[in-house]
């Protein structure tokens, strides 16, 4: 396995697996305008610059991994709360020809509750609760990775 992804998974199992989300948290700026590249699940940090996102246990205000005070003077918290859920099934999106990671779910046990995070470009979109089963998603030039339960990673 390339190392790329093997860097992959060992952040998603640290950041994520089996942890409990309780809200996704948005930012705005200091005149209102939402931030697209970053949100928070639970108090996980997600951001993206470029193809590939970054994490972190930390928020802006305790310690700025992200570098946002370089660009923002003020960041206001917007919280939206979801039915919580711990994560146990997690799937990776991934280029088939280069190292870049194109979305992220997450969901707990019997997928009732969950997040999809696709990383497109300097944006991230996110939905909650999806229902409809991603393993029906045309992959085209992409490649899912999964890990449910206590398994280990593999391709899907």
Sequence with gaps: MMEYLKSVF????FFFYGN??????????QDGDRLGDLVYLGNVGI??????????NFWPDEVDVFNLYAKYNELKRLEKQLDPFVIQTI??????????????????????????????????IVYDRITDNLKQIPLNDL??????????????
């Design 91 to 124: 799937r990776t999106f991934h280029s088939r020809v280069y190292h870049e990671q194109w979305g992220l779910y997450l969901a707990d046990f019997d997928e009732q509750n969950s997040v999809f995070i696709i990383f497109q470009g300097d944006q991230l």
């Design 143 to 156: 490649v899912c990775y999964e890990r449910r339960e206590s398994s280990e990673w593999r391709e899907v």
């Design 20 to 29: 409990e989300v309780k809200s996704l948290t948005f930012f705005s700026d």
């Design 47 to 56: 951001f993206v610059d470029g193809v590939n996102p970054y994490f972190s």
């Design 10 to 13: 060992k952040k998603l199992d």
